[in-house]
């Protein structure tokens, strides 16, 4: 028994924003980004109207129609995102109440392995399925960064390289040998947590970092205080980079974790057909492009378009290169990403 993406969708909000956009609000230059980053313009949804799950929603009514069944056929939902509607509950209940799945009364998990979530939630899926515990899993990956970033100069290093949008995938099971997923290998280091990181709010008060610097002040109750003053006077409340650590980091463990995968399974380099990297940095792409020597139309790039979606930016790719006709039947097709953990992870996927 083997796991096949039985359909797919995505959905990218209508709000463009572009690099000139941007630097109205930080000290930026649709130059800088683009040099360094590949990056031209990205989505953002409309505050107060749309949300992480929204999003998520309209992609998986693409993917579930794909796949030619409906909303209660679903009965396992997986939600990877790291800019979930709320604190908790995660967004797979939200995207199940929105959906109407109700028949069933589906399971849903959240899982928080931002970048990598998609990879890892497929794996997750590969692993239900192949036991037999489930037909029809929806897997969606979806983000909405705008509303949680630093819009001051301060914060411009990410700011310029993330975007919102949504995609997900319907995966069922085949007994067809020469289709679906063949392997996923899954990493982590913990060693370098707090370097692509937002911290704040959370259980931590100090305790990894150094109390003052963090924003918890001693305050005379049991517990302690979830957001403070001094978080939002500080800055506290956003996402920090170590971009230099993760670039470097991330050209390594790309090509190492897709090599692996190619290894499990007897396959080499020229074997893969269509590589769909995470979006992080278009130069990081180029640099696994060149060290693998895939040429140009065997590597999928929209990061011009929309940023880095995180845990959406795999599955919007791949359903972009599949609705373009890249992505044929019996082709190899190999996933990647990296980052925020840091935690990796690959999957090679017959089409
Ligand atoms: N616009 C203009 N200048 C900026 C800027 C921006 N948006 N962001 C940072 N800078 C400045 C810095 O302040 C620094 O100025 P200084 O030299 O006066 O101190 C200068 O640009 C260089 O900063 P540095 O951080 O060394 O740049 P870089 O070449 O490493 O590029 C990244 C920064 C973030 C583009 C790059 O490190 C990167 O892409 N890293 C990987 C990020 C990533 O993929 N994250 C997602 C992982 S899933």
């Known amino acids: 028994m ?8 995505h959905y990218v909000p209508e709000q463009i924003v572009t690099n000139d956009q941007l630097a ?58 790291l800019s979930p509607d709320y604190y908790f509950p995660g967004c797979g209940v939200l995207l199940q109440r929105e959906l109407g799945i109700t028949k069933r ?32 899993i929806l897997l969606v990956g979806a983000e909405m960064h705008s509303m949680g970033l630093d819009f001051s100069d301060e914060g411009r290093a990410v700011t310029v390289i993330f975007g919102d949008g949504a995609g997900a995938v319907v995966l069922q099971p085949t007994k067809d040998e020469n289709q679906g ?33 963090f924003g918890y002040p001693d305050v005379d109750v049991p517990g302690g ?23 470097k980091t991330a050209v390594v463990k790309f090509p190492e974790v897709i090599k692996e ?47 880095n979606t995180t845990a959406a930016s795999i599955p919007i790719a791949l359903s972009e290169a599949w609705e373009a006709g890249r992505v044929k039947s019996g082709d190899l097709v190999c996933l990647a990403a990296f980052g925020s953990g840091f935690t990796w992870g690959s999957a090679l996927i017959r089409w």
């Not at 990056?39 to 953002?44: G, K, L, S």
């Not at 947590?193 to 109390?211: D, R």
């Not at 205080?225 to 670039?247: H, I, Y």
């Open 261 to 307: 995968a190619l290894e499990k399974t007897g396959l080499s380099t020229d074997d893969i057909d269509i590589l769909v990297p995470h979006q992080a940095n278009l130069r990081i792409s180029q640099f696994v492009q060149k060290i693998l020597r895939l040429p140009d139309e065997k590597v999928v790039n929209n990061i011009q378009k929309y940023g």
């Open 105 to 136: 009364e589906a399971g849903a998990l959240d899982i928080r392995n931002q970048c990598s979530g998609f990879v890892y939630g497929l794996s997750i899926a590969d692993q239900f399925i192949k036991s037999g515990m489930y037909k029809n």
């Open 225 to 247: 205080v979830f957001v403070t003053q001094k978080m939002v006077d500080d800055n506290l409340l956003a996402p920090n980079m170590t971009g230099q650590l993760v670039f």
């Open 24 to 81: 109205q609000y930080m000290d930026t230059t649709d130059e800088w980004i683009r040099e360094r980053t590949g990056i031209e313009e990205r989505r953002y949804a409309i505050k107060h109207k749309e949300s992480t799950s929204s999003l998520g929603v309209k992609a998986a009514k693409i993917a579930i129609e794909r796949a030619g069944i409906t909303p209660d056929d679903i009965d396992f939902i997986i939600f990877a995102t």
């Open 181 to 213: 997923i063949l392997t996923t290998c899954l990493h982590s280091d913990g060693t370098h947590a707090e370097e692509l990181a937002m911290i704040n709010p959370g259980s931590h008060g100090g305790y990894h970092l150094g109390t003052e610097k």
């Open 2 to 9: 083997r796991t096949k993406i039985a359909g797919i969708g």
